[in-house]
């Protein structure tokens, strides 16, 4: 399935799922900030509303990569630790997931 057409379809449930948990969803590029320098864009991001700032966002509860061929998303693990992301969803083409 194409990345865009699993993320946005992904994104659809999970938005109705963190917004009953009064998170913000954003399946837009949306940045995760160490500093003004230091970013990673993720698929999607489910965050606390206190955790937006004007440049983006400085922590989340969940983070979801849609994972293509040679593509990051596991060298940006470490990344989101350290930021205080909580958890870290990787899907994978073929639909299969880990947390």
């Not at 938005?15 to 009953?20: D, F, N, P, T, Y």
């Not at 500093?35 to 606390?48: G, I, K, M, P, Y």
């Not at 206190?50 to 998303?73: C, F, H, N, Q």
Request: proline share 2%.
């Amino acid at each position: 399935m194409c990345h865009n057409l699993l993320n946005s379809g992904l994104f659809r449930v999970l938005v109705i799922l963190a917004e009953r948990r009064g998170l913000v969803g954003s399946s837009e590029a949306t940045g995760v900030f160490a500093a003004e320098d230091e970013w990673r864009v993720s698929d999607q991001v489910h965050c606390r509303p206190d955790d937006l700032i004007d440049a983006g966002i400085t922590s989340a509860e969940l983070v979801v990569e849609v994972r293509s061929k040679g593509d990051d998303s596991y060298a940006k693990l470490p990344f989101y630790a350290a930021q205080g992301v909580t958890e870290v969803l990787i899907v994978h083409e073929d639909r299969r997931v880990e947390l």
